[in-house]
């Protein structure tokens, strides 16, 4: 128990490595107008959601579930399905990222509330597509497997959430 503990810190860890360094260069490039700001946010969301991060994340995931051979076969399916519907939702949220730095320095108060309805949205759909998801992990391995799954899940999307909000600027 011990070693699973310190090998899953280790794990976050390197996840924290791979996610903070843009947080960590801001504060050692020059100061950039609003709208190169906001371009360079919009371009470091984007990375995220289609790096390498989620060849990481696929290896932490491999590494903290520690899946026996049989639940390997079982998890891996369901689990491409699952990030093709999470890519989805992601589209639509970078999307309204966009919109968002598009119309940062005229926003109206109508647009603030549709983006903020819209976010709102993509969150309750990210939770609904997780409860849908957890249900069918649960059904092909244990439910206790499947909750380890989840939590290491939502672990990392609040991780990239946490980076992805520190970079957009507040409503004006």
């Known amino acids: 128990m011990v070693q699973s503990a310190f090998r899953y810190s280790i794990v976050v860890m390197a996840l924290l490595v791979c996610v903070v360094p843009a947080a960590a260069d801001a504060q050692n490039t020059k100061v950039l107008a609003p709208e190169e700001t906001r371009d360079a946010n919009l371009r470091a969301y984007a990375e995220l959601l289609r790096s ?11 590494e903290l579930m520690e899946f026996s051979e049989s639940e390997e076969s079982k998890f891996w399916p369901v689990y491409r399905e699952y990030e093709t519907a999470l890519a989805k939702i992601n589209d639509d949220r970078l999307a309204l990222i966009k919109e968002y730095a598009a119309s940062y320095s005229t926003l109206t108060d109508a647009v603030a509330d549709r983006l903020a309805r819209g976010a709102l949205d993509v969150e309750g ?48």
Not at 128 to 152: C, G, M
């Open 52 to 62: 390498d991060v989620r060849s990481q994340k696929i290896a932490i995931v491999t």
């Open 125 to 172: 759909r990210r939770q609904d597509l997780k409860r849908r998801y957890y249900e069918r992990f649960a059904s092909v391995l244990s439910p206790k497997t499947a909750a380890r799954f989840l939590q290491v899940e939502n672990q990392i999307l609040l991780l990239l959430d946490l980076q992805i909000a520190a970079s957009l600027p507040l409503v004006q």
